[in-house]
């Protein structure tokens, strides 16, 4: 199990590591493109951010393991929402911008309302992946047309890379997040059996907690430094991401059976995603007990998850 575990952390690495290259090459291409920049962050660098639950997610389903590709991203979703919101709110009380709170996390609730009226039969089909990812397609375009109506932002004078160089890592990220993503979720099997554990378990607290590194270090370190207002939009933006985007293409292209997730790991992701909208409507802003009160309430629900082992 030690070897498993190492191979865990490896996987993640990995997939981390791919993200960020795929990310880097693709803005890079973009810009030599001459691609405006908030359409690359709106979509290439979003999507690079969900890039480590989009392979996870799609390589368990492929092999065979739909549960923990479901798990992957409500508990992603709601480990954003509840400890890594939480957690930055209680380093220093993060203000939420109004578009934030008027569109970003109303939409994110309608998205798990969807996802949950979808998978309520327990399986999620193409039919199903078609209605997430033309929701998708709905955001995208609402949220690019009003970044085109809205004021243009200065932007930072960026290193000019190399088309060839800019190809090779898009080609790099994609073989590490491939490759990675095959070794996470072979290992995080073998030890889900070992310790007796369902897949669902798994996929809800190890792989969300492995893919969602990212968001948490970011948001953590962007309240610290008072930029909590696109910390927060950016966590927010990867649960739609996550539920649209990603579950439209899995299910998509490998129609999931769901029967590990109950409705509670479903009412989690609803409820946290539903307490931070309320919390942003007191002065737009999430005071330190609120972050602490979103902590303690996920900490609760690992604990009832283990002790339902």
């Known amino acids: 199990m030690i070897f498993d ?6 996987g993640v690495a990995m997939v981390l590591g791919g993200a960020d290259r795929l990310t880097e090459g693709a803005a890079a291409l973009a810009r030599r493109m001459n691609v405006p920049e908030i359409i690359i962050g709106l979509t290439i660098v979003a999507a690079g951010t969900s890039a480590p639950e989009l392979f996870v997610s799609l390589v368990s389903a492929l092999k065979g393991t ?6 992957n991203v409500v508990g992603s979703n709601t480990m954003n929402c509840m400890l890594i919101v939480g957690s930055a709110a209680m380093v220093a009380p993060m203000t939420i911008s109004r578009s934030t709170v008027h569109k ?7 998205a798990s309302v969807l996802l949950i009226i979808l998978s309520f039969n327990a399986f999620l089909g193409r039919i199903d992946g078609i209605i997430l990812l033309l929701g998708f397609a709905a955001f995208m375009y609402y949220t690019l047309s009003q970044a085109k109506k809205g ?13 060839w160089l800019s190809a090779f890592f898009v080609l790099l990220g994609l073989a590490l997040l491939v490759a990675g993503s095959n070794i996470f979720v072979d290992a995080a099997s073998k030890v889900a ?3 007796g554990l369902s897949e669902g378990v798994v996929g809800l607290t190890i792989v969300a907690g492995g893919t969602s590194l990212p968001e948490l270090a970011t948001s953590v370190v962007a309240a610290h ?16 991401f996550n539920i649209l985007l990603i579950l439209g293409l899995t299910a998509t292209i490998s129609p999931m059976a769901i029967q590990g ?3 509670v790991d479903m009412g989690m992701m609803l409820g946290s995603v539903s307490l931070v909208w309320l919390f942003s409507y007191t002065r737009y802003t999430v005071e330190r007990w609120e972050g602490t009160l979103l ?5 609760a629900y690992l604990g009832w998850l283990l002790s339902n082992i």
């Open 66 to 71: 739909p549960d923990m590709a479901m798990g």
């Open 104 to 110: 970003d996390i109303p939409f994110s609730v309608g």
């Open 5 to 10: 575990i190492l191979l865990i952390v490896m």
């Open 225 to 240: 430094k008072g930029q909590s207002a696109i910390a927060i939009g950016n966590v927010i933006g990867s649960n739609v």
């Open 151 to 163: 004021p243009v932002e200065a932007q930072e004078t960026l290193k000019q890379v190399s088309p």
């Open 295 to 299: 902590v303690g309430g996920y900490l």
């Open 261 to 263: 997730i109950t409705l």
């Open 193 to 195: 059996y070992a310790l």
